[in-house]
């Protein structure tokens, strides 16, 4: 279980508190008294705390105290709502405005996963393109696999660096490439055979002992690259 620190203004008071207690536990906890005539039942609206920074999980049904400019700054009933983490969050849409009634919500370490991930996986086509004397701008096609790169938004992903800079034309969604190869070799003699013959041609590169990955992967921790001649038609 994790623990969080919630310090309450203007009395300064700092309480530890485990991830998923009220803050009107925490509230008490911190011996500060706040006004809750129905027990904790988020039906009298009368434990309004405004939370300033971190993430602290609201009960979608509480919402309904108070007006969206309320919200929007952070206000919410102690009764109803849950720490989660002592993060400052940046609200991308509030909870009037997702299908779950709940804010969606990003934080700086997930903006900074988002960069480390992008920047893996451009390094590592950065590296085995470079590895047989090529530039992007001379593959015909990119194929994109998996079921979560045909939810890709293409310029979207050029923009923070994900996929190369080229033609867009030349990015191609394949679905589950894995799946529809193995079912091809199962009922294709002529897909197995070729399918074998790939495999005989294919050489293994292990990303995590190869210098050049790891000198690619730091370049490309940064929105869209360091180098900006690899994104020419990015502009911010």
Do not use: W
């Not at 530890?16 to 006004?35: H, P, Q, S």
Request: proline letters at 3%.
């Amino acid at each position: 279980m994790t623990n969080y620190k919630v310090k309450f203004l203007p009395d300064e008071k700092e309480v530890e508190v485990a991830e998923g207690i009220t803050l009107l536990e925490a509230v008490e906890k911190a011996d500060i008294y706040i006004n809750g005539l129905c027990g904790g039942e988020g039906l009298c609206g009368e434990c309004c705390l405004q939370v300033t920074s971190g993430k602290a999980r609201a009960d979608k049904n509480a919402i309904g105290f108070f007006s969206k400019e309320e919200i929007e700054n952070g206000y919410v009933l102690a009764c109803q709502t849950k720490v989660e983490d002592n993060e400052p969050r940046y609200i991308l849409a509030f909870p009037e405005e997702s299908e779950t009634g709940e804010a969606i919500t990003i934080s700086e370490s997930e903006i900074g996963n988002l960069i480390k991930s992008k920047g893996a996986v451009f390094a590592a086509m950065k590296s085995l393109i470079d590895y047989v004397g090529l530039t992007f701008d001379q593959l015909n096609t990119i194929y994109v696999a998996g079921g979560f790169g045909s939810s890709l938004d293409i310029p979207k992903a050029v923009a923070i660096g994900l996929l190369p800079d080229v033609d867009t034309s030349k990015i191609q969604f394949i679905g589950n490439s894995s799946i529809m190869g193995a079912r091809m070799a199962l009922l294709s003699t002529p897909a197995f055979e070729k399918a074998v013959d790939i495999a005989k041609k294919t050489t293994n590169i292990e990303l995590s002992n190869y210098l050049p990955f790891m000198n690619e992967f730091m370049a490309a921790l940064f929105l869209p690259h360091t180098d900006s001649n690899l994104f020419s038609s990015v502009h911010y």
